[in-house]
């Protein structure tokens, strides 16, 4: 199939599977008139590559997950080691959703010091949605007792 072709079955743009390509994510053969042919796998490849990308991999470490992802049966050592890379990413992410939580906290606290010793942010409602954004609050409450 062409570019044109994949990238509507996948929703990746031209240039995003160009991309992919120079980071060997996916591979193409060349027709006659330059076009890049792309296999069928080509479509599952790149729909795991935008996948792990929206989870916060890079594609340094797609490459190495792509080989575990498509080789690898399930209770395989590969498999377990695709499960532990995904395993890191989650922690990673654990730790800055932590580190931003406190510090929206932080920011929180300091505007309600401001706006309790009668300074004015002069942003109105605004002001208003943040500091009476209970549902929020709770919501956040929530991820930090997990």
């Given at each position: 199939?062409?570019?044109?072709e994949l990238a509507?079955?996948t929703?990746?743009s031209?240039?995003?599977l160009r991309?992919?390509?120079?980071?060997k994510?996916?591979?193409?053969t060349r027709?006659e008139n330059g076009?890049?042919?792309?296999?069928?796998g080509a479509?599952?490849?790149?729909?795991?590559?935008k996948?792990l990308i929206?989870?916060?991999f890079?594609?340094?470490?797609?490459?190495?997950?792509?080989?575990y992802l498509?080789?690898?049966?399930?209770?395989?050592?590969?498999?377990?080691?695709c499960?532990?890379?995904?395993?890191?990413k989650l922690?990673a992410?654990?730790s800055?959703?932590?580190?931003?939580?406190?510090?929206r906290?932080?920011l929180?606290?300091?505007?309600?010091?401001?706006?309790?010793?009668?300074?004015?942010?002069n942003?109105?409602?605004?002001?208003n949605?943040?500091?009476?954004n209970?549902?929020?609050?709770?919501?956040?409450?929530g991820?930090?007792?997990g």
């Amino acid at each position: 199939m062409r570019i044109g072709e994949l990238a509507s079955r996948t929703g990746a743009s031209h240039r995003a599977l160009r991309h992919y390509e120079l980071q060997k994510l996916i591979e193409s053969t060349r027709r006659e008139n330059g076009y890049r042919e792309y296999a069928p796998g080509a479509v599952q490849r790149v729909l795991w590559v935008k996948e792990l990308i929206d989870c916060g991999f890079s594609t340094r470490q797609i490459h190495g997950l792509l080989a575990y992802l498509q080789d690898s049966e399930p209770g395989s050592e590969q498999f377990r080691q695709c499960l532990k890379q995904h395993m890191e990413k989650l922690g990673a992410l654990d730790s800055l959703l932590a580190l931003l939580l406190d510090r929206r906290q932080r920011l929180f606290d300091r505007l309600e010091r401001y706006t309790q010793s009668g300074a004015s942010t002069n942003t109105g409602e605004r002001e208003n949605d943040v500091l009476n954004n209970t549902g929020f609050d709770r919501e956040l409450e929530g991820v930090r007792n997990g």
